[in-house]
């Protein structure tokens, strides 16, 4: 997140914003933090690219997944962050905060 932050930021350095110019003509960053309970659903359903679809419907420039699986056989042993990156066609950084087994 650092990264994309300080990527955006250099991107619009030279830009300023006089305080009498409105709000909806400046630029904003939009970051997102979404724990995804590994994918499943209220209604109990595994689905990536439900996810995928609430993301891309808030319009966040970056986003924070937490409790992703990638490779893990509850969830069919996908990798989940990369199917929600390819179905928004976005870049990803997977840190997985254990590893068990197999999973990540």
């Not at 986003?63 to 990803?92: P, W």
């Amino acid at each position: 997140m650092r990264e994309a932050g300080q990527t955006f930021l250099h991107e619009h350095e030279h830009r300023t914003f006089p305080d009498h110019q409105p709000p909806e003509s400046r630029r904003f960053l939009r970051v997102m933090t979404y724990n995804v309970h590994t994918c499943v659903g209220m209604d109990g359903r595994l689905s990536p690219r439900r996810i995928a679809r609430v993301i891309a419907q808030s319009g966040a420039d970056v986003i924070a997944l937490q409790e992703l699986d990638a490779h893990r056989g509850r969830t069919n042993h996908e990798d989940q962050s990369h199917a929600i990156a390819r179905h928004l066609e976005m870049d990803y950084h997977f840190y997985p905060a254990w590893q068990v087994e197999e999973g990540k």
